[in-house]
């Protein structure tokens, strides 16, 4: 299971950092992803980060902001959101892969975990 959080309000140029917690064995093994939808939009690719954190991959919009992360001893993916914009404004969801390779499609991804509001106020 995963469990996204650390979500909220914020003003536009502000920070969040969203961590995604997982339980049970396979966390170090998978490579894992975030993802976002925005209202009236389809949940799109956000960022994705291999099994040992060694590479990782962003969606144009969010490149040069956003940083992807983990700790596989604590079990924790993080996503660290600067420069915030009101078009980030989405509901944010970890997501783990079941694909070797680093994956931006959703359909490479069967393990969801039940989203945080991220609201960027401008």
């Known amino acids: 299971q995963l469990q996204a959080s650390g979500g909220g309000l914020v003003q536009a140029g502000g920070s969040l950092r969203l961590s995604c917690a997982a339980s049970?064995?396979?966390?170090?093994?998978?490579?894992m992803g975030w993802f976002r939808q925005a209202p009236g939009k389809e949940r799109e690719f956000v960022a994705a980060i291999t099994w040992s954190g060694g590479d990782t991959n962003y969606a144009d919009s969010v490149k040069g902001r956003f940083t992807i992360s983990r700790d596989n001893a604590k079990n924790t993916m993080y996503l660290q959101m600067n420069s915030l914009k009101s078009e980030d404004t989405a509901v944010y969801y970890c997501?783990?892969?079941?694909?070797?390779?680093?994956?931006?499609?959703?359909?490479?991804?069967?393990?969801w975990g039940q989203g945080t509001q991220v609201t960027v106020s401008s």
């Open positions: 997501a783990g892969s079941f694909v070797r390779a680093l994956s931006s499609s959703q359909r490479a991804y069967d393990t």
């Open positions: 049970g064995r396979t966390f170090s093994n998978k490579n």
